[in-house]
């Protein structure tokens, strides 16, 4: 008489490392369209004044770290009778030590 084939019992790895894997995979692939979706549906609105420049506007350099900026936007300071701008109040400071 034949003996009745024998079952493995042991768990399949290889098997539950695939469910996890498309879980994974599903999980970050609606995450993106969720936010595909929001950016699509929120328009953020740039404060005034805070596009691009019109062509032809004359910029300066930042005498500090070399930044060319949009005068109208810049931080500055008067020097006598010339104006210095800057990029950043960074910047400005460490014009402001070194010319001390």
Sequence with gaps: M???ARRN???DVGFFLDVI????LIRSIWK???GVKIGMS???AAPPGAGVPPQGVQMAKDPVCGTYVVPERAVSV???RQTVYFCSNACRDKYGARTA
């Design 2 to 4: 034949a003996r009745p």
């Design 32 to 34: 993106l369209l969720q």
């Design 21 to 24: 894997f498309a879980l994974v």
């Design 9 to 11: 019992l042991e768990p």
């Design 42 to 44: 929120v328009r953020t």
């Design 78 to 80: 008067t020097v006598g």
